[in-house]
DNA sequence: GTTAGCACTCTAGATTATCGAGTGCTAACA
DNA sequence: TGTTAGCACTCGATAATCTAGAGTGCTAAC
């Protein structure tokens, strides 16, 4: 990073001013424009002899000769770290927001649309989110309902209200009650624990609850492993009406190739789930940062939703290197906030709730 | 459609070769590569002579005057119902998918995207799913199970084995036994009855079952409404590799709109799941067929899977106009067969399945 | 340190020229 | 009547050339 000494007052003003401009226009921004557009009180010569020495510091360049300036990554760097002014959402929208989470509240199946559609729309970016997921399991409760015949529905609670279901199918039918003296049996035996510790206990049990058991385990490894499949995104659409995605064929195909694919995000995303990264703060990923090719053309603002160590999430936008941090990064702390609320809740559930229906 | 006695048997064998040759090549169709690559017995000019009646039938249309010709889509309908041949996939690779699935048997949430997998690889398409659904929703059983302070998850079997979940918070705690009892009365009131008849059994319950009772009965509703929100789909990226969709950015942004927004798709897939389209037949939509404006570019091969009137769901691929027909429809086939075949063994499973774990 | 003036560079877009692929037509032929 | 060789003609794609103007860097003056 450039030392900050080194840049006079005009100079950061100047920067500031160019990526505002190259943010809303998409193109190289010109000495005379930045006059023009600003009412700036020196000439434009003035102006381009600062652009030149920004050049040499790494945060503009040239796509050509004789065209205007374009801010590096280094430059948006700079601009998000130094520079930026740190919007909050409009009071009404964010009233706005927070009422229709509100309205979801007891619809947890429709949280993470929600936050992607409001996400992409106020960013005018795409929205990604993960999914909230406990870091450490401990079996709490088990149901095993019969659906048909010999099919048994497995459900799972883990401490925090994490839940995984699963099929199984019986060697025989039984009946419900004895599903359930079985599920008893089990929930005596193993609530509270982790997995570890539920397969010490299993040489104890019947056949069929150790068969049972063993899938428990699995399904509580799973949990635990995965930050994975549940990767969800929305606003890939919008996204490829920006220009930089428009012109070469290339760009939107990675793009897309990025956002289907979904191990690269997986891998960043994993990232922003490491306790290291605290809930709340939000980070900013520029241009892949060198680490990611595939997002050389893409910048992504995320932040970890949710209650540290017991379920968090990660949610955040991702759009073209000139996207609008500001708003990007204001949306994301106020959704990862207002999810972040959400899942407190069910897990303290407190005296203003009431009953559904 | 055109008369068929209007057509020569060699009129048909060169639409059924200018099809597969556009297929490949995505340009227009020349005569003579036509004698050149299938080493045709006739000249180039008997060949123009045919084309151009062809053309006069509306089956080829010339992008400009001296340019080959290419298939128009009363063209590939023509070629679909008459001149295709039915390919049904290799025995290895019916195999290979038929192993896949099997040792996904027990884990239902992996049938969709393993099948959207399986599904865009072979026909080198976009596909598309829905989760199967029961058309008349049976209340069969109900859990409610304490996650965490007053957060009961609410599960709710239906008869056929749909499931369906909800997070409610009471007004004030209650313990794992209590919630059992008032899960015991529902069960034994509303087993085995639709939402009418629950309906009319309200006043008869103790207030908190009547509340429980009102969610049970919007979400027996939803399940019956809805076939939209569980459209799913896979392939994008490849799609998007195809030359139509590179040339004009427009064409790719429609398409992707189309997948995302799913508006259209599900219109078109709603139709589909209609009784009369029976399961089992496939059903194949050429460029929007005139209706849907938005699929202009592109074609679907749509197929019902499941049990009629018990379970069902519609799958099947997107894919640009010039589409590998038999490929696609034999993989949209065998795959509703397969998922079929799961299904059923839910609703009946029979001797060879084993306990699972 | 700032600025006016100016020569210079480079791109985007328009214009034109050229090539060749592919057709339709005609006239001859079986 | 159906087939074929021959040929003129059309039209798109590619390349080559030109032009306008946007924007800079430099220099010299303030």
Redesign the interface.
Known sequence: MADPQSLTPRQEHLLRLIVREHVETAGAVASRTLVDRYRLDVSSATVRNDMARLEDLGLLLQPHTSAGRVPTEKGFRYFVERLMEEATLPQNEQRMIAHQFYQAR????EWLPLASTVLARISQAAAILTAPRTTRSLF??L?L???????V?L?L?L???T?E???????EPMT?GALREAADRLNQVCAGLDADQIASRIPELPPLEQ??C??VL?MMHNVEGDTSDELYY????EL??APEF?GT?EA??VL??VL??RSVLQAVVAETLTPSVGVGSVRVLIGGEGRWDELRTCSLVLARYGIADYATGALGVVGPIRMQYGRAISAVRFVAGVLGELVY?????DAH?????
């Open positions: 007891n619809h947890i199946e709490k409760h149901e309902i019969a659906t048909h015949g010999r099919a529905l459900v609670v401490e925090g209200g839940l279901q699963q099929m199984l199918v019986l060697s419900q068969n049972i063993q899938l699995t929305h606003g890939l659409a490829l009406q428009t064929e939107s195909t897309v190739r289907e694919e809740d069910i897990y303290q559930p709730s009431d009953i559904v229906a």
